[in-house]
């Protein structure tokens, strides 16, 4: 009570927090004279004055009230658009390194500018990051004119770039790119043999453009890096033979999370079944020896008991083909990971195609957390403020509106099942778009957006369904969304970052109509007209209430909704928004509480007959809440678990950057062989024992092995007094001698080549080997908690064991490697840095489970199209269009969509041009 009434009298913190920008912003806008009076040249020569004074000493807060008056400024001239005050909180918000949650329509993209222009004045590198390489695309192109006017540089990076084009755009002063491109360049760079083949410079400030959606809804699945593996046929058919002697006795499973245990005499038969099987290295499953066994018997057990044929998955052609289970297709080439895919090739008896294994990894949580200082924007974040504290040390703030918000949310529809629901939508969308008012409706997947599309067809009414694949032609409906009785039926990822207008989008309208139109009088008086028409139809959808959106049910997510109901009345615009709930929802289904809304729902409504209830509607807000809080936990998780890999990924990732930095590493050799000597002498001479407990035999073998020759072990036993100390002492002079030999015969600029490729090779190999180790480790880990174990404290201790063996596995490698090899010198020219192996990139949507990571229009396109070019001339060319012949000649591409090689440019300007 006294807390509301504080607030009442004294505001919000937040409010407070706002308030206190005011002075920055009446600082900026007293200069606005100062500026305006200037020519273009000295408004230009701003940018060189600004580094000058930087040089100077002074830091970029001292200068942010001037850098702001500037790029406002540039605005007006370069595009007629003047900031507001409240993007200047905005964009000051953004400089500090926190979040600005503005509504929708309230021009996030340009307030973008303000705090990207004066990161960007040091020369290190700014990264704006966003949600689809469309939008990566055009917000380069568009934003990109103030920057260069300003005297910046701006680059982009999209799909199937060259690696030069990459490195030429991470150089830029402003880098726009997706996450996931980011995150997979960062990964590819940790894999490189030298810094010359490196595209990422440090990491320096990053604004990341609808934050929620990145750093929250996508953050539930890992980047990853992947390649071909060993074959393990064997292990697939031997491990289903023995999940198909279990009964339904031996396993509990739960449909819900897809998950399946054995139980205590499962336990039991299992193993007994494995020891005569030979498959078990030592009597007890659960060794740590066994955690590749037990991982692909989890897999087994879900494939045989939990993934069902026709329903998961089907077999045609002798491959097992995943069913998505949104939509019912068939989703050909996609594979389940963790060898799950190979469990049910071994489960339906076809062809088992080799597991991709992991060969780098990062979490967006533990990428992002890498720049010094971030910050980020979108339309809703307020709900989720805990967790970007929690994970990212982000604040959140709400900015104000600059006009008073004017949209009306009704209360929920609720209805008895799916069908009425539909019914009552159908007919409430033809009775809105009757009166000439545009409608759009938000669904959360595309199976329910094609059921719908099927209601509306049979009520007549004419509309467009999208699906958040096509990023390009998806933004051009929905920025034309808000004309007069258009329906749209989106998905809640479809069209994001997208403004919709009530009458029409202007630019997206000359983009569309006018793209083939030269410049001149004739092309100005077709814009003038379209400007008057987009006019005139504004004052129609105003009168006709503004934009009605409509969500067909309740997302899991709070602010998934406030998305979908921010798309109405922007810039204080009238709208209306509604949502229609049934029993039959999943969030209700799974998460309400169930008897509660079944009696009451189905003893007290008619067939298709509506309730609308604030109680209702507090109960749909209180199961949301908590599935926000259960993918909290899993996002908490994920991290948690990731940190213990992002320790030791530091750590491997450093010593590769000091080998390639380094011009010898004589001493790390060095290092390396005398811990290997010592640790043999450790391991068969353990402190503390007698020398007739020393394991001589193996240490004589093991010498032999790593130095290449035998060792007079035996004579130097006979000796009085010896201890492991001088065995220590002889084995290291005996390798020295040994290493000295050879560098005698060897060049010593070629020895330090090859020093440096065999370190950095073994260390490669090892760290491959480890994360497939980790990822086994992390599927059966949870097993622990039967035994009042913490999963987690369990993972770390042995992590870190399976680490320390990696390191001295390393060690061991390069000792013997450099040691037995034998040099050939064959050609005295230097021998080229050795390719990145051929592998996959991966990021999992956590909401259709399709692999996005390489998002973008055309993509789908793209792997088949270079696949079928491997080996041409173009394909040697690499993208761009510089080939004469357009190898898409045949298929039909528009001339405004991005050309299919990935060179960012349209088809038109591209291979197009040349059809």
Not at 605 to 612: K, V
Request: one cysteine or more; aromatic letters at 6%; hydrophobic letters at 35%.
């Amino acid at each position: 009570m006294f807390g509301s009434i504080a607030k009442s009298l004294f505001g919000s913190s937040n409010d407070r927090y706002v308030k206190s920008m005011g002075k920055i912003v009446d600082r900026i806008n007293s200069l606005e004279p100062h500026y305006e009076a200037m020519s273009d040249d000295e408004l230009k020569g701003q940018t060189a004055l600004f580094r000058q004074r930087l040089d100077e000493g002074e830091t970029l807060d001292d200068l942010l009230p001037e850098a702001f008056a500037v790029v406002r400024e540039g605005s007006k001239r370069v595009f007629g658009m003047r900031h507001f005050d409240v993007q200047m909180v905005g964009g000051i918000a953004l400089h500090r390194g926190e979040i600005a949650e503005m509504r929708t329509g309230e021009g996030k993209t340009l307030v973008a500018t303000l705090a990207v222009y004066l990161n960007a004045l040091t020369g290190k590198g700014v990264h704006v990051v966003t949600v689809n390489d469309y939008l990566a695309r055009r917000d380069a192109e568009t934003m990109g004119r103030l920057y260069t006017w300003l005297g910046l540089t701006v680059g982009v990076i999209v799909p199937n770039m060259h690696e030069f084009d990459r490195r030429q755009s991470y150089a830029c002063d402003i880098t726009y790119s997706t996450n996931n491109e980011l995150g997979f360049d960062y990964l590819r760079d940790n894999m490189k043999q030298s810094r010359d083949q490196q595209v990422h410079r440090p990491f320096n400030y990053a604004i990341v453009d609808e934050v929620d959606s990145i750093l929250i809804d996508e953050a539930r699945t890992p980047l990853i890096i992947s390649g071909p593996t060993d074959d393990k046929s064997d292990l697939y058919i031997a491990l289903d033979a023995v999940v198909k002697q279990l009964d339904e006795a031996d396993f509990e499973k739960d449909e819900k999370t897809k998950s399946i245990s054995l139980t205590e005499d499962g336990t039991e038969k299992v193993e007994q079944i494995l020891i005569a099987e030979g498959l078990l290295e030592t009597d007890n499953l659960y060794d740590f020896v066994n955690t590749q066994v037990v991982h692909h018997l989890d897999q087994a057990l879900r494939a045989v008991h939990m993934f069902r044929r026709d329903t998961d998955y089907i077999v045609k052609d002798d491959k097992v083909v995943i069913i998505d289970e949104f939509t019912g297709r068939m989703m050909d080439g996609r594979r389940w990971s963790n060898g799950l895919h190979q469990a049910v090739e071994a489960k339906e008896g076809v062809k088992i195609e080799p597991e991709n294994q992991t060969m780098a990894s990062i979490t967006f949580q533990n990428y992002f957390r890498m720049y010094p200082k971030l910050a980020g924007m979108t339309g809703t974040a307020a709900t989720e403020a805990a967790e970007f504290f929690d994970i990212y040390k982000l604040n959140v703030v709400e900015i104000p509106t600059n006009v008073p918000v004017q949209r009306i949310d009704e209360e929920d529809q609720f209805y008895k099942n799916t069908q009425d629901k539909f019914r009552a939508i159908a007919r409430s969308i033809r009775e809105h778009n009757e009166r000439g008012q545009p409608v759009l409706v938000g669904t959360v997947s595309i199976e329910k957006s094609e059921l719908l599309s099927q209601f509306l067809t049979e009520e007549g009414v004419k509309h467009a369904v999208l699906n958040a694949r096509f990023h390009e032609m998806e933004a051009h409906i929905v920025a034309q969304a808000g004309r007069l009785g258009a329906v749209t039926i989106a998905t809640n990822m479809a069209g994001r970052g997208t403004d919709i207008q009530l009458g029409g989008n202007l630019d997206f309208r000359i983009e569309d109509e006018l793209s083939e139109m030269p410049e001149g009088p004739e092309r100005d008086a077709a814009i003038e007209k379209i400007r008057a028409e987009i006019a005139a139809e504004r004052q129609q959808v105003l009168e006709a209430g503004g934009l009605f959106v409509l969500g067909t049910e309740r997302h899991e997510s709070r602010r998934i909704d406030n998305q979908l109901r921010g798309r109405s009345g922007r810039q204080g615009d009238p709208g209306l928004s509604r949502f229609y709930l049934c029993l039959e929802d999943d969030l209700l289904r799974i998460f309400g509480p169930d008897t509660l809304f079944a009696k009451m729902m189905n003893s007290n409504l008619e067939d298709g007959e509506a309730i609308g209830s604030k109680w209702l509607s507090k109960a749909i807000e209180t199961a949301q809440k908590k599935v926000e809080a259960r993918n909290y936990d899993i996002r908490k998780q994920v991290v948690e678990y990731d940190n213990v890999m992002n320790d030791q990924r530091k750590v491997i990732y450093e010593q590769r950057e000091d080998i390639m930095d380094s011009e010898t590493v004589d001493d790390v050799v060095v290092d390396m062989r005398n811990d290997t000597v010592n640790a043999l002498v450790g391991n068969a001479c353990p402190p503390g024992s007698y020398p007739e407990q020393w394991d001589v035999e193996s240490l004589k073998a093991k010498v032999e092995e790593i130095l290449g020759e035998p060792a007079p072990i035996d004579e130097w036993l006979e000796e009085d007094g010896i201890d492991p100390e001088d065995l220590e002492q002889r084995l290291a002079a005996l390798a020295d001698a040994r290493m000295d030999a050879k560098l005698a015969q060897t060049d010593p600029g070629i020895w330090r080549q090859v020093e440096k490729s065999v370190l950095l090779e073994r260390l490669d190999h090892h760290w491959k080997e480890h994360l497939a180790t980790l990822d086994a480790l992390r599927q059966v880990i949870g097993l622990r908690a039967y035994a009042q174990k913490t999963p987690i404290n369990e993972y770390k201790q042995e992590a870190f064991g399976l680490f320390e063996r990696m390191l001295e596995q390393i060690r061991e490698d390069v000792t013997r490697i450099l040691l037995t090899s034998q040099l050939r010198m064959e050609s005295q020219e230097p021998a080229p840095l050795p390719e990145l192996p051929s592998f996959l990139t991966g990021h999992i949507d956590p909401f259709t489970g399709e692999d996005n990571s390489n998002d973008g229009d055309g993509s789908a396109l793209r792997p088949a199209l270079f696949g079928a070019l491997a080996g041409s001339t173009f394909a040697q060319a690499g993208p761009g269009g510089s080939e004469t012949e357009n190898p898409w000649a045949g298929l039909d591409i528009s001339r405004n969509a991005p050309c299919p090689c990935g060179s960012g440019n349209k088809y038109k300007h591209c291979h197009g041009a040349v059809a």
